[in-house]
């Protein structure tokens, strides 16, 4: 993971040529005087260790933000509310500069957020939006609805109903298909959700895709902390009450690689297949996490959704050491991402569909993943 991290470091590092000093405008309680680069601290809120994903963004934007000549806290929070909420209490304490946080709850920091502008401190939300606070700053994601309408696009393409380049393939159906979402109180799960739903949509309403388990709403597909023990077990259950009368199951649409492992596993254990060529049904992805795209490579996980994490880490980046010196940082939507007190600017990312045939161009070649890890399924 540190691989990933050190990549971002060449775009930090222009960011601060001179290494010498910012002026401050009173983020973290500064006078507005100029004060040396080093001696400003930025707090770094990650929700968990448990995905590779969340590693390789602290392990990046903290690797950048040190580049760049600040000193940085760095904290994850275990999936725990209020480990995270603790922890950024203390970052506030000790007098962090500036708050980079990617919410585990986007609805239970608001005090955080009141005690970090009582004290001047300035709030960056990192990939997930920090809901029903007028204190955040600033929103760097991805473009959250496109990667579910890539996640939903990556489906109908493995299901032959649509061509890789977006036109139409030779399938007609009907196909059965399940679907799974994220984490409720993750606000990027519903858009996530609202992407797929309208790409999908058209075919549930001409029968081309139906539901055989009924379950539609994202209240029924969610999946709690995007635990992939949870999504085995709800895929088990589906497959028992609604698949045991012989009826086949053609593709399951999962928003992330961990719940596609656990559906995977779920898939395999009923007897439906091994890989994809045996009559495993289509699984989507999100994050590009090496153990599926393992899976992808070897043909049981048909795509995943690949949102660079290091440029990512290097707009935050960006984000902070303009916040910082006092500038207005660059947004790219300033109409999206309401967070139920106000509009939050933002600078939303692309992301790309991973399918077999791009593992190489879009990981390999770009250095994320090596063609040593993508055989090994494991990061070095």
């Not at 040190?66 to 922890?87: F, K, M, N, R």
């Not at 660059?330 to 109409?335: G, L, P, R």
């Amino acid at each position: 993971m540190k691989k990933r991290a050190l990549a971002a470091l060449g775009a930090a590092a222009m960011l601060v040529l001179s290494g010498c000093s910012v002026t401050s405008t009173g983020a973290g309680g500064n006078d507005g005087g100029s004060t040396e680069t080093k001696d400003i601290t930025v707090g770094v809120s990650m929700p968990t260790q448990t995905s590779e994903r969340w590693i390789a963004d602290g392990d990046a934007v903290k690797a950048g933000l040190e580049e760049a000549g600040y000193d940085v806290d760095l904290q994850y929070a275990s999936d725990d509310i209020p480990t995270q909420s603790q922890q950024i209490d203390q970052m506030i304490t000790e007098g962090a500069d500036l708050l980079i946080v990617a919410a585990i709850d986007g609805t239970a920091l608001s005090s955080q957020l009141d005690a970090a502008a009582a004290a001047d401190i300035p709030v960056i939300a990192y990939d997930r939006l920090i809901r029903d606070s007028e204190h955040v700053d600033f929103y760097v994601t991805f473009d959250n609805y496109e990667v579910g309408v890539q996640q939903a696009t990556s489906l109908l393409v493995g299901l032959g109903i649509l061509k890789a380049d977006g036109s139409e393939g030779d399938a007609t159906g009907p196909f059965n298909i399940e679907l799974f979402a994220g984490s409720l109180d993750d606000n990027n799960a519903h858009f996530f959700w609202k992407g797929a739903m309208d790409t999908l949509q058209p075919y549930l309403d001409s029968k081309v895709l139906n539901v055989p388990s009924g379950q539609m709403t994202i209240e029924q597909a969610a999946i709690l902390r995007w635990q992939q023990e949870t999504a085995q077990k709800r895929m088990e259950d589906i497959l028992t009450a609604s698949y045991g009368n012989g009826t086949p199951l053609h593709g399951v649409l999962s928003p992330y690689d961990g719940l596609s492992r656990g559906i995977i596993t779920a898939l395999q254990g009923t007897g439906l297949g091994t890989t994809i060529a045996d009559g495993l049904p289509v699984v989507t992805g999100q994050d590009a996490e090496i153990a599926s795209i393992a899976l992808i490579d070897q043909g049981v996980q048909f795509a995943s959704i690949f949102k660079d994490t290091r440029k990512l880490a290097e707009q935050s980046i960006k984000t902070a050491t303009a916040i910082l010196e006092g500038d207005e940082p660059e947004a790219n939507d300033t109409e999206t991402y309401d967070n139920g007190v106000k509009v939050v600017p933002s600078y939303l990312l692309t992301s790309d569909i991973v399918y077999k045939d791009t593992i190489v161009p879009l990981l390999v070649d770009s250095g994320y993943w090596t063609a040593e890890e993508v055989a090994s399924g494991q990061a070095e």
